[in-house]
């Protein structure tokens, strides 16, 4: 039975040496990042040593979990806000998403806004929406961390949009400007010019007779 046991690698040395745990042959590994890695373990005792055979395993480290945030008024009257999220380790690129419902995984009653990739990254991880089609609703936004190998989805945030309403020139006038026009006036002016042509009319016609 060997007296030590030396795990070795050929991109990093010697990672583990030592005489405890020999019946256990085991060796737990944490905190590699992403690549390939290759291991070989070494048995020591007097008469000298003997070399396992080689294993070659590759790592690939999944986008590490992360926050965002909603920065807009609430309701939102413009369709403007900005989208601060925090940085995931192991992402390489960030997916921008929406739906009426609140997401929890991306199916199809999820849309599909924006890809950030690298050199289109905010440095501040700072997104500006400056759109307009965003209509009145309920809208539900999450950014996905994403690698070659998985994506990570942050936290879902709410955002209430309510536009002013538009003018429609179809839309029938408000009462106050439908008050009907007073014709009592009027009628009253008539009565009394027709009163006044008539008693003209009278009084000539009398004239007229007392003249023959």
Request: glycine fraction near 6%.
């Amino acid at each position: 039975m060997p007296e030590t046991l030396t795990v070795k690698s050929k991109a990093l040395g010697v990672v583990s040496r030592g005489r405890e745990g020999l019946d256990n042959y085991s060796y737990i590994f944490s905190d590699y990042l992403t690549g390939d890695y290759y291991f070989v373990i070494v048995a020591y005792n007097n008469a000298g040593k003997n070399m396992s055979n080689c294993i070659q395993v590759s790592v690939g480290r999944y986008p590490l979990p992360f926050n965002l945030t909603l920065e807009a008024e609430n309701p939102d009257k413009d369709g403007n806000f900005n989208l601060t999220w925090t940085y995931s380790n192991f992402s390489t690129s960030y997916e921008f998403y929406y739906s009426s419902r609140y997401i929890t995984e991306i199916n199809s009653t999820v849309d599909h806004n924006k890809t950030l990739t690298p050199g289109f990254i905010p440095p501040d991880l700072k997104y500006k929406i400056l759109e307009t089609d965003w209509e009145t609703g309920t809208y539900y936004i999450v950014f996905g961390a994403k690698n070659i190998y998985n994506e990570t989805l942050s936290n879902c945030v709410k955002l209430e949009v309510e536009r002013p309403k538009d003018k429609d020139d179809n839309e029938p006038p408000q009462k106050d400007s439908l008050k009907p026009f007073n014709f009592t006036p009027l009628v009253l002016f008539g009565i009394m010019l027709a009163g006044i042509v008539i008693a003209g009319i009278i009084k000539k016609e009398n004239k007229s007779s007392f003249s023959r």
